[in-house]
Each structure stands twice: as C-alpha cells, then as structure tokens.
Nanobody, 124 residues
C-alpha cells in the first residue's frame, strides 16, 4: 500500500509560480510511474504530467507543456510539479498518483494510488 500526500498549493496571481510536492509512505516510489492530475469545479479530472520510475521519461498535457515540469527524487520518495507562468485556467485541485508500471502513464484508470489533492487557485 502506498500513501500519497500532496502539499504546496495555494492562492497566487497569474504569472506566478508554485511547486507542488507529493510525499509517499508505505513503499518506495522507485518502482512506480508517477503522475499529476487536476480537477476544476464542474469538470472531469484531467491528466497534467507523468514521469517514469527512473525519471528518464516525462510527458505533459498540451495545456501545460513548456510551463510545468515534473520531477522526482526517489531517495526522498517525493515527486514534484514545478508550475510556472500560471494562468487562471490552471485553477483546480491537483492530485498526485502512483502507477505500478515503469513507463509514463497518462490514463487515470491505470493509476493504483491517489493522494487527497491540494488546491491551486490562480487569480487574474
């Protein structure tokens, strides 16, 4: 069993940056692909970014490509999402997830463990 806890969310202005963290406990994350998803009010959960178990491969949604960066520190059992040039449309609850594959995974249904989420609000 893997427990995931997100942190780092908050209220920022458009153009600002935030770094989200996802700390894992229970098992080492080194054998899991990791992902970030988000859900805005009234919308379905959507894929944001994913990283392979080693960190050598990443993949991003088009809406965040060039602005967000996913990374991981397996020694610290933590995954990060650096978010730059934030826009009001980035406002959502951001969720961290772990998939027991080693590849990049963009489909929510392929993730086995989820965190509780952290709120990101971007004002215009």
């Amino acid at each position: 069993q893997v427990q995931l806890v997100e942190s780092g969310g908050g209220l920022v202005q458009a153009g600002d940056s935030l770094r989200l963290s996802c700390a894992a406990s229970g098992r080492t994350l080194s054998s899991y692909a990791m992902g970030w998803f988000r859900q805005a009010p009234g919308k379905e959960r959507e894929f944001v970014a994913t990283i392979s178990w080693s960190g050598s491969r990443t993949y991003y949604a088009d809406s965040v490509k060039g602005r967000f960066t996913i990374s991981r520190d397996n020694a610290k059992n933590t995954v990060y999402l650096q978010m730059n040039s934030l826009k009001p449309e980035d406002t959502a609850v951001y969720y961290c997830a772990a998939s027991n594959t080693i590849a990049v995974v963009t489909t929510a249904g392929l993730y086995n463990y989820w965190g509780q989420g952290t709120q990101v609000t971007v004002s215009s």
